[in-house]
Nanobody
Framework: QVRLEESQGGSVQAGGSLRLSCIVS????????MAWFRQGTAQEREAVAA???????AYADSVKGRFTISQDNAESMVYLQMDNLKPEDTDIYYC??????????????????WGRGTQVTVSS
């Protein structure tokens, strides 16, 4: 059984940084396309960053240049480094895993496994 677990989020002031971690257990993170989503105000979760061993990383326009997704296959971990955070980045962030052939930023329905989410709060 594959399980994903996010690290605890946090609270920072605008302009600050946070790094989220996601540990993949029950299988290797290298066997999946991984992504970070946030809930937002829309009914569907928004993919903010994704990584795939065939095509590399992809980012939503809203976070491009500020967020970096990376993967440590030896530790079966996926990270989301968030820099220059803005109040509008406040949200619940989720780690997700999908079939390794999935590329780019895909809709949440393509992902089979999810973490429980972690809160990120950015104050102005």
């Amino acid at each position: 059984q594959v399980r994903l677990e996010e690290s605890q989020g946090g609270s920072v002031q605008a302009g600050g940084s946070l790094r989220l971690s996601c540990i993949v257990s029950g299988d290797s993170a290298d066997n999946y396309a991984m992504a970070w989503f946030r809930q937002g105000t829309a009914q569907e979760r928004e993919a903010v960053a994704a990584i795939n061993k065939y095509t590399g990383a992809a980012y939503a326009d809203s976070v491009k240049g500020r967020f970096t997704i990376s993967q440590d296959n030896a530790e079966s971990m996926v990270y989301l480094q968030m820099d220059n955070l803005k109040p509008e980045d406040t949200d619940i962030y989720y780690c997700a895993a999908a079939d390794p052939e999935l590329t780019g930023l895909a809709a949440p329905g393509w992902y089979q496994y999810w973490g429980r989410g972690t809160q990120v709060t950015v104050s102005s």
